[in-house]
């Protein structure tokens, strides 16, 4: 129990919109709910998880947010610094959800402090998170819509495992995914080379359409040879998440999708996801039911 | 429980892709970034992937996808709702060679804005590959039930590699797998017959396919022989004088009358019954038949009968041997 250190899952995709922040959000709640206490921490300026998670925008979070828990030196390895930038959800809608909320300011302050001050550019965010690896159960990481951005960086430095969200109806570009798998595994390779891909999770997604399902199959085609599935599973993430107008409703509403509309089967889609991860990783739950 | 394989990390991954980099043996289709290529037309083109309005002339239709027929009703109500209300959703391409475009989806719309003689269509450039392209268009066609079987078996051997295996294949197009093995089975004829079913693609379906595939490999292999009678056999059937479930057996017996014919011309048997100098009936042996013609003026009922008697004892016999 002690030696515990908790995943710290990253999603991520240079695409926008494919799907990142809703996944986060609601894997986040998911977890919360099968008693994970759970960290998200949001690192795209644009805080669109931040909002959905703490109701209120981020211009509202002037301080103790990201860029304080990035760019400050006080909060390097401090347990109690670094909390100070935590934010818990205590009016009910997610349960043991905790977040490091998002700066619009972000990308400038955090690039140019930490490429400026930092002689390991990429593993600042990661002396922030390992303090926290054994106070949490489970921490999941928000990541801007850019492959070469000093935040996506930071994330896929610090994490043990990541995802990428692809949205089936307008992903049609393999090139697209493959550049970024290319990137990530050379980028990774030296500053975290213990970085394992989880797999990617199909947004939106349709069995019922050809080109969809075309995707996903050249998805999988393509990860076969990569050699990131050694076991030639038909899908590394053995489910994909439907599409639903209800999505944008819970974003709008701050709510869960399964809090928003308890029969959704989206929120149906995010349960197995999370309990699929949980029971791989092996993920404990210390926080209350 | 089988021993399953951890998923490698980043770093197990680059040392793999170094080593196969070093020994020069990185696999087709492996890791390659195609962002050269990306990049490049980009630039020509000056496009993100976003939504354009595109010259209508510059469309090619997908390439892995056989014409359809189109309603005509339905097409003039779909060009009546564009030009009033002028917007449509955004057809899909891909950019094919120097600023051509190939469509992916949309033909409808691309035909009722040419029939409403626009210049322009808004469109959709998709970064689509030729494995997805094919895949694609496959699944379409193979809901629909004007594709031959040929030309449908052809497109899936094209892309069966790209399955671990035919159940996948089966499951992935909705097939059976007795099936998929009968569609695949086209792939499997001699050129010389795939190139005959290029220009009639109908007049092999896959009921037989199994059944001619098997017979053209079992055969003692002999190409020219068989090319000759399956063509001739494929004329007939073209010409209604033969249907497909007897193709096998009218080549097989075209190629036995053949082998006969030979013999009988190098041994055809001519002798005749003689009696006082006379000629009073013939024998004759031949690849058809095997006659025996006596002057009835010199035969009684009693030898007639002894005669057949004979004969018929005697094959009896022989025939109880083979
Ligand atoms: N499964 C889904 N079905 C329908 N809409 C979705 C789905 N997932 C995401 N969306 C919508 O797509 C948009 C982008 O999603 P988001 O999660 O913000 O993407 P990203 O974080 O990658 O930019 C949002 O408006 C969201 O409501
Ligand atoms: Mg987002």
């Known amino acids: 129990m002690t030696n515990y250190q908790a995943p710290v899952i990253t999603v991520t995709n240079n695409k926008g919109g494919c799907g990142k922040t809703t996944t986060i959000v609601n894997l986040a709640a998911e977890f919360g709910r099968i008693g994970c206490k759970v960290l998200v921490i949001d690192l795209d300026p644009q805080g669109n998880a931040s909002t959905h998670l703490g109701k209120i925008n981020t211009n509202n979070y002037t301080e103790n947010n990201i860029v304080s828990l990035l760019c400050s030196k006080e909060t390097k390895n401090n347990v109690s610094k670094i909390n100070e930038c935590i934010y818990a959800i205590t009016d009910g809608r997610f349960d043991n959800v905790f977040f490091v909320p998002a700066s619009r300011d972000l990308d400038i302050v955090a690039s140019k402090t930490i490429s400026i001050h930092s002689n390991r550019p990429m593993e600042e965010l990661k002396s922030r998170i390992e303090p926290m690896r054994d106070i949490y159960d489970v921490i999941l990481i928000d990541c801007p819509p850019s492959m070469t951005s000093i935040l996506t960086g930071n994330a896929l430095g610090c994490a043990t495992h990541f995802i990428t969200p692809i949205d089936t109806t307008s992903d049609y570009s393999r090139s697209g995914w493959i550049d970024l798998m290319n990137y990530i595994i050379d980028k990774t390779s030296d500053i975290n080379p213990g970085l394992v891909y989880l797999g990617s999770l199909l947004t939106r997604h349709s069995e019922l359409t050809n080109i969809q399902k075309a995707i996903a199959f050249s998805i999988n085609d393509f990860e076969n040879k990569l050699g990131v599935n050694p076991n030639n599973e038909e899908k590394l993430i053995p489910f994909y998440i439907h599409s639903s107008t209800k999505v944008g409703e819970a974003s709008v509403s701050s709510l869960p999708i399964k809090k928003h509309d308890r029969k959704n089967k989206i929120a149906k889609d995010y349960e197995n996801l999370a309990n699929f991860i949980k029971n791989k990783l092996l993920i404990r739950t210390t926080a209350e039911k | ?322």
């Open chain 2, 1 to 322: 429980m089988a021993n399953k394989a951890d998923t490698p990390s980043m770093g197990e991954l680059k040392l793999r892709m170094l080593a196969q980099e070093n020994t020069g043996s990185q696999k087709e289709g492996s890791v390659q970034p195609q962002s050269n290529v990306k990049s490049a037309t980009n630039k020509v083109l000056n496009i993100q992937n976003g939504r354009m309005d595109i010259d209508i002339n510059l469309i090619d239709p997908n390439p892995y996808q056989p014409r359809k027929e189109f309603d005509d009703d339905a097409l003039k109500a779909l060009s009546e709702s564009i030009s009033i209300c002028g917007v449509i959703q955004p057809i899909i391409v891909r950019v094919s060679r120097r600023g051509r475009y190939e469509l992916i989806a949309g033909e409808r719309r691309l035909r009722a804005c040419k029939l409403l003689e626009k210049n322009k269509i808004s469109a959709v450039i998709h970064e689509v590959d030729d494995l997805l392209m094919s895949i694609m268009a496959l699944a379409e066609n193979l809901d629909r039930t004007d594709l031959s079987d040929f030309e449908t078996g052809i497109s899936l051997a094209s892309i069966q590699d790209h399955f671990k295996n035919k159940t996948e294949l089966a499951e992935y197009f909705k097939r059976t797998k007795k099936d998929i093995d009968r569609l695949l089975a086209f792939n499997s004829f001699p050129k010389w017959l795939k190139d005959e079913l290029n220009d009639k693609p109908r007049l092999i379906s896959k009921t037989i396919s199994q059944q001619l595939k098997t017979y053209l490999e079992s055969s003692d292999y002999d190409d020219e022989k068989h090319r000759v009678y399956v063509i001739k056999a494929l004329k007939s059937m073209e010409e209604g004088a033969l249907t497909q479930a007897l193709l096998v057996d009218n080549v097989k017996r075209q190629i036995r009358d053949e082998a006969n014919k030979k013999v009988s011309t190098e041994n055809n048997v001519k002798r005749s019954y003689k009696y006082d100098g006379k000629n009073i009936g013939s024998f004759t042996y031949d690849a058809r038949n095997l006659s025996i013609k006596l002057n009835s003026s010199l035969i009684n009922n009693n030898l007639a009968d002894e005669i057949f008697e004979l004969i018929n004892n005697k094959l009896k016999k022989e025939l109880k041997n083979i």
